[in-house]
């Protein structure tokens, strides 16, 4: 097995071992406005990329596209599929690696992806297979959570401890959440590039509520605290509070933390 199928399979591993379906569900705002923005029309090709349980997928479809949704987890697209049936809608479901799409080239109409192709290790090669399988004239929507922001914060933290083999260094995940890291991968090769940064907000009864729900709920989180001891994870679940309550605008007690996302919508060069 080679070094990238070695971590594929821990990927999988880590993304199958918990139900992160239930923070899915609350980004479906975020998906929703994507898809509006990108103007998706019933009857496009689309394809979300690291569709995780399907939210950009679902979005897409409610609009009447044709739509496929490809993550490198069964899992996931397993649960994307049961929402998708409960809704009455249909999609197509393909396994497959941000890095290594299965996919002809030009196959796609628009390709989406929402906090999925930013965790491709290989950012240039993440961003060739996006545009590799749009038309030319077609349009790229991606979305990510800003270096700065609480979500980067978050991931930023968990980075040195996640238990994953080793990996060639380069820029972390959230440099996806730059305007000009992006406009660096996809150069002269999209006609056009728009970048805005917008909020979502994590809503709980508390901090420590949240945090709770992303330790029980956020794969690569409870990945790492199953490795650690007790004193250990009393300190991560601190830090992960810390962080929640250093974003927090609510003022009664709850939590409303705000995360800053960029969201960059591309038109493929003819």
Same mark, same amino acid.
């Given at each position: 097995m080679t070094t990238g199928q070695d971590m594929n399979a821990r990927i999988r591993a880590i993304w199958s071992a918990v139900d992160y379906n239930p923070i899915a569900t609350r980004e479906t705002l975020i998906s929703e406005i994507l898809v509006r923005e990108i103007g998706v029309h019933a009857g496009e090709r689309v394809l979300d990329v690291a569709a995780g349980t399907g939210n950009t997928a679902l979005a897409a479809a409610r609009r009447g596209a044709l739509v496929t949704a490809s993550d490198?987890?069964? !899992?996931?697209?397993?649960?994307?599929?049961?929402?998708?049936?409960?809704?009455?809608?249909?999609?197509?479901?393909?396994?497959?690696d941000v890095s290594d799409l299965p996919f002809e080239d030009g196959s796609f109409d628009v390709v989406l992806s929402t906090f999925g192709a930013m965790y491709g290790p290989d950012h240039q090669r993440t961003a060739d297979e996006l545009l590799r399988v749009c038309r030319a004239g077609g349009r790229l929507g991606l979305v990510s959570w800003t270096p700065d922001g609480l979500a980067g914060q978050i991931q930023a933290s968990n980075a040195a401890n996640l238990p994953l083999p080793p990996a060639p260094v380069g820029p972390p995940p959230s440099r996806w959440g730059t305007?000009?890291?992006?406009?660096?991968?996809?150069?002269?090769?999209?006609?056009?590039?728009? !970048?805005?940064?917008?909020?979502?907000?994590?809503?709980?009864?508390? !901090?420590?509520?949240?945090?709770?729900?992303?330790?029980?709920?956020?794969?690569?989180?409870? !990945?790492?605290?199953?490795?650690?001891g007790q004193d250990e994870r009393r300190l991560l679940l601190e830090r992960l509070v810390g962080l929640f309550e250093r974003f927090n605008v609510a003022t009664d007690g709850t939590l409303v933390g705000v995360s800053d996302y960029l969201e960059v919508i591309m038109t493929v060069a003819g």
């Open positions: 490198l987890v069964p !899992a996931n697209l397993a649960r994307a599929a049961g929402r998708a049936e409960v809704e009455g809608l249909e999609m197509s479901y393909e396994v497959g305007e000009q890291h992006c406009r660096e991968l996809f150069g002269a090769r999209v006609a056009t590039l728009t !970048a805005t940064v917008r909020s979502h907000e994590f809503c709980a009864p508390s !901090a420590l509520a949240q945090a709770e729900m992303f330790r029980e709920h956020l794969p690569p989180l409870n !990945a790492i605290y199953r490795t650690l």
